[in-house]
C-alpha cells in the first residue's frame, strides 16, 4: 500500500500569507494531479494556538527567522502563522481536500514546535501517524508540500527513520531556504535513505 502524504498547503504558505513560501501555490494541481496513483492519501495541516512558542510575537526582543533555545533543542522563530481556526490555516483553495483519507494536526502543543507529520521537535512526542500507517499496511510514501526545507524535510527524514520507504518528489514542492537550509535539508536527506526525485 502506498499513501501520498501532502504536507502544510496552506493559505499561510502561499503567496499572500503569513509565512509565504515562495511559488507556495505553483504545487496545487499537480499534488492534486498525483492524488490519482495513490492507495491513501493524507493531509497535513499546521495548527498552532494564538500565542505558540514558535511564534517571534511570543518572544520579548526577538524576530521572525531569529534562532532561539528551547527545552528540546535550537528553534527558528517564525511570524504567527497557521492559527487554529484562520484563514491562514486553511488548505490552499484549489487543493483536492474531498480525497484526503486523513487530514493530521501539527504544531498544536503550544511548548513544542512541530515540523515533522511523524513527532513534535522534540524528536519524541509522536503524532500518531506512524500507527495510522502501520495499521493500514501502507508501507511506501511519497511526500510533497511545503516547506521542502522545513515540514517536508522533517517528515520525509523521520519516515526513513522509521524504516518506511519514502520518496520526495521535488518538484512538487517549494522552499523557504532560510541560511542555507534548502542545501542542508537536501543532504541530510540523502543521508536518511530519502529518495528525491524530480
Ligand atoms: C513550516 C515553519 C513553521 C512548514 C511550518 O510547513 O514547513 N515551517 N511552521
Ligand atoms: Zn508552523
Redesign the pocket.
Known amino acids: 500500500m502506498q499513501a501520498l502524504i501532502v ?2 498547503v ?1 493559505n499561510d ?1 502561499c503567496p499572500g500569507g503569513a ?1 509565504a ?1 515562495p511559488q507556495g501555490d505553483a504545487i496545487v494541481q499537480g499534488i492534486n494531479t498525483m492524488m490519482a496513483d495513490f492507495d491513501a492519501v493524507i493531509l497535513t495541516q ?1 495548527w ?1 494556538p494564538a500565542g505558540h512558542s ?1 511564534f517571534a510575537s511570543a518572544h520579548q526582543g526577538s524576530a521572525p527567522y531569529d534562532m532561539i533555545e528551547m527545552p528540546y533543542g535550537p528553534q ?1 522563530l ?1 511570524p504567527d ?2 492559527i487554529q481556526g484562520s484563514m491562514g490555516a486553511k488548505f490552499h483553495m484549489e487543493l483536492q481536500q474531498d480525497r484526503a483519507d486523513l487530514i493530521i494536526r501539527k ?1 498544536y502543543n503550544p511548548a513544542i ?1 512541530s ?1 515533522s507529520a511523524f513527532f513534535e521537535n522534540d524528536h519524541k512526542t509522536p503524532t500518531g501517524l506512524e500507527g495510522y500507517l502501520r495499521t493500514r499496511g501502507i508501507s511506501k510514501l511519497t511526500m510533497v ?3 521542502l ?4 524535510n522533517y517528515s520525509a527524514v523521520d519516515a526513513a527513520k522509521l524504516e518506511f520507504d519514502v520518496t520526495v518528489q521535488k518538484g512538487l514542492c517549494r522552499a ?1 531556504d532560510l541560511n542555507g537550509s534548502l542545501g542542508a535539508a537536501v543532504s541530510g536527506m540523502q543521508a536518511a535513505g530519502v529518495n528525491i526525485v524530480s
Open positions: 504536507i502544510d496552506q504558505f509565512l513560501v499546521d498552532h514558535s527558528a517564525w502563522h497557521c504544531g514546535d515540523y508540500g511545503l516547506a526545507d522545513f515540514c517536508v523557504i
